[in-house]
């Protein structure tokens, strides 16, 4: 009897690692809500921005979050300050040169003190960044929120199947670790750029 129990717990465990399996989840937004604010807090002229050329895709297995992978991927030209002449600026080629450097990318390559409380998983997340050109490992606190059966109700829809997962994050880096005007204009452009991102991703089911 006893042996008979241990091979249906067995049995029922396979199975659920069996079924259990990593969503691709898309973060080219449907809405165009998703977007990254970036914050120069200098002396003279604190700036604020966003970037809302947000693409990429996350692997993520509600059953094993340690496991996520991805890349996120925001469209240098789409970074946008309040005053025009310095949007211009700040896509120009004396600081990140949009069209030389399309692409700002983070890939996440590794999830480490992973803790899951219902929905939210929190983590570090370690990967590759990339910014003009140059590309440097970091680690970033992030936040991830898996909503089962929540694609459809986002977009009005509710008669679309499908899950919804949000990250969310903060971290820090420095101008000149990625060759962007290293030592100048400090009075004006905080040597230190911070980035945060709330952003959501879909992934819809027939």
Do not use: C
């Not at 509600?62 to 925001?74: D, F, H, S």
């Not at 211009?88 to 700002?104: F, K, M, Q, S, T």
């Amino acid at each position: 009897m006893k042996k008979s129990v241990i091979v249906s717990l067995l049995s029922l465990a396979t199975a659920a690692v069996l079924t259990a399996a990593p969503q691709s989840f898309d973060f080219k937004d449907p809405k165009g809500v998703n977007a990254i604010q970036f914050h120069l807090d200098s002396v003279l002229e604190p700036i604020s921005g966003t970037a809302g050329g947000v693409t990429g895709t996350v692997s993520f297995d509600a059953a094993n979050p340690a496991a996520t992978t991805g890349k996120i991927v925001v469209a240098t030209a789409s970074l946008t300050v309040s005053n025009a002449m310095m949007t211009d600026h700040l896509r120009g080629e004396n600081w990140l040169n949009a069209p030389a450097n399309p692409e700002i990318v983070f890939e996440l390559v590794s999830l480490a003190d992973v803790k899951t409380t219902g929905n939210d998983t929190t983590a570090t997340a370690t990967g590759k960044f990339t910014l003009k050109g140059v590309t440097k490992e970091i680690s970033v606190p992030v936040k991830l929120t898996y909503l089962a059966g929540a694609y459809g109700k986002r977009l009005n829809k509710p008669e679309l199947g499908g899950d919804l997962l949000v990250i969310r994050g903060e971290f820090t880096i420095a101008r000149a670790d990625y060759g962007v005007q290293p030592g100048k204009n400090e009075d004006k452009v905080n040597p230190e750029i911070k980035l945060s991102l709330a952003i959501v991703g879909g992934a819809p089911k027939a």
